[in-house]
């Protein structure tokens, strides 16, 4: 008789601008069995200083809980754990520094997310949990940013991620610990302003129920069972938790019925996003959900395809801006052709050629703008747009890669791409280079397919006999790219084959 498998665990990391957030469950007849839940208090935000650097002080809290969440996931495989760091890593100045630390004392990849990814995974979190047939409004307010969206199912329809949330409103505006109607009004404000670009076409869109995923949400419902026996939150309701509030008169004698000690710091801040929702986008009452981008990012790994979801994005992203999609092929044929040639010598992963793929898709698309600096256009519009299923690295590398793959490489500019493993990038440009380069003419040719041999940082084309005038232009444009090249310590050789 065979005994049936343990199903797999999986577990999914949130690193929040407050806490850090553990989740583990496995699959059960296709359903989420949550096992267990952990959470670090680590203040991140409360690091930051006004250039946006996280201290030293911080970044020590965040490495003791990484070394606490190793011992926790201490015998899990890597593709089962997935790591989200949302708004202050995803906008911290020193954030390779960082992740360096975090490599040291924790053995999994950390993938910072877009505020537009993370409202996606939020949205889906609640979607696998919360079904009903009308448009939704979700409501996730963290420490620095806040989510909104309106979905239809599984489909989001609106979504969008503002910078304001309970730790940085709490320290704009709260920063003296005075809770009174000046200081509320102040937040208010902050708040409404942060919201008022979104809000017409949120109103228009509309939505049947309203729901909150936060903490926040749930301590102010926690709140108003305790006050008032209400299960969810109105206007009057929240105007009257906040008259209770500035009746104690500072956040340090806050004493109210229903609210963990915990949620003190920056729950005022918190309290004033949700007063300023209520007001913009008029709604009536808000709901509490306890599922939400943890339980997004279990869902995705159990059930979706995340490359299938970012081959959807790049070419939905490619038919927008209307690319050639011939020639993209073409460069990617070649791209292949390098790869296989040199993957081994060089380590490079599939993971790898799927940047350069997406990169030969998409690298083109600032001809929407103009042909004239293609390159920056191409990088401008891939680094700004919503890509679901994209980390921000991800994101990163990709728009590096078509920013420089052509002309001058500029390493202050490289800089501030942060790419972390910059030895890695340099060989993955490299190829996309050279492959763009033998395809400039736009017809497929014997040129689409030179021979590569590498070692180490050096590496070698050798091309078919060309004729004499075709020579004499490649063997001046592979000059002009061995001096570009040398700019990230790539030596590049290459031999003409001389005509018959």
Known sequence: MHNTPEPANFAALDLGSNSFHLVIARKVEGRLQILHKEKHRVHLAAGLNEEFELSEEAIERAMLA?????????GFDPANVEVVATYTLRNIKNLKHFLQQAQVHFPFNINVIS??????????????????KDNRLVIDIGGGSTELVIGQHFEALQLTSRDI?????????????????????????????????????????????SYGTSGTIKALIGIAQAQFDCEY???????????????????????????NPERHTNIAGGLSIVIAAFKEL???????????????????????????????TIIALGQHYNIDTAHADNVFDTVKHLFSQCKKAWGLKQKDLLQLQWAAQLHEVGLSINSSGIQKHSAYIVMNSALPGFTQQQQSVLSALIRFHRKKIKLPELEHFNILCSDTFAKLLTLFRLAVLVNRTRQLTDLSRPTLSVEDNKCTVLFDAQLPEEQALLCADLEQEQLYLDSIEIELAFVVGEPA
């Open 233 to 259: 939150l109105t206007l009057p309701i929240l105007e009257d938790i906040k008259a209770l509030f500035i009746a104690q008169g500072s956040i340090e004698q806050l004493d109210i019925k229903g609210l």
């Open 115 to 132: 505020g537009q990814e993370e409202a996606r995974l939020i949205y889906q979190g609640v979607a696998n949990y919360v079904h009903g």
């Open 165 to 209: 949330g309970c730790a940085n409103i709490t320290k704009a505006c709260f920063s003296s610990g005075k809770l009174s109607k000046g200081t509320f009004k102040k937040a208010e404000i902050a708040a409404r302003q942060a919201l008022e670009p979104i809000s017409p076409r949120y109103r228009k869109t509309g939505w049947k129920q």
């Open 66 to 74: 990484f070394k606490q969440l190793a011992q926790t996931l201490q």
């Open 282 to 312: 008029k709604l009536e009452r808000l709901e509490y959900c306890d599922y939400a981008l943890r339980e997004g990012v279990l869902h995705e790994m159990l059930n979706y395809d995340e490359f299938d979801l970012r081959v959807r």
